[in-house]
Nanobody, 127 residues
Framework: QVQLMEIGGGLVQPGESLRLSCAASGFALDFHSIGWFRQAPGKEREGVSYYSRSDGRTYYADAVKGRFTMPSDKPNHWVFLQMNDLKPEDTGVYYC????????????????????WGRGTQVTVSS
């Protein structure tokens, strides 16, 4: 059974850090590109970051550039999202998603482009 699972959410104060992990079971991520998305209450799901498996490049939403990174190692079953200097507006449910191959660099933040999704993990940033 093909599954993705997010691990590592929680409650943190502004300025603190969290590292999210995305574990794949039932398939290896060797040939898949990975996206991280988030959804805040009452808002649409938005793309946070994307790792292109074919060329190793990463892309980030403007709101998280300079604070979030996807570590560059390429494990077959794990993907990570390092989130630093968290802000209250980063609060939401975070999802990892996978698609075989790669996406056009203008399409990575479109949720419909992805084939596999985790169930999400809650991240709350509050003082």
């Amino acid at each position: 059974q093909v599954q993705l699972m997010e691990i590592g959410g929680g409650l943190v104060q502004p300025g603190e850090s969290l590292r999210l992990s995305c574990a794949a079971s039932g398939f290896a991520l060797d040939f898949h590109s990975i996206g991280w998305f988030r959804q805040a209450p009452g808002k649409e799901r938005e793309g946070v970051s994307y790792y292109s498996r074919s060329d190793g490049r990463t892309y980030y939403a403007d709101a998280v550039k300079g604070r979030f990174t996807m570590p560059s190692d390429k494990p077959n079953h794990w993907v990570f999202l390092q989130m630093n200097d968290l802000k209250p507006e980063d609060t939401g449910v975070y999802y990892c998603a996978a698609v075989r191959g790669q996406l056009d660099h203008n399409a990575w933040n479109r949720s419909r482009e992805y084939s596999y999704w985790g169930r999400g993990t809650q991240v709350t940033v509050s003082s």
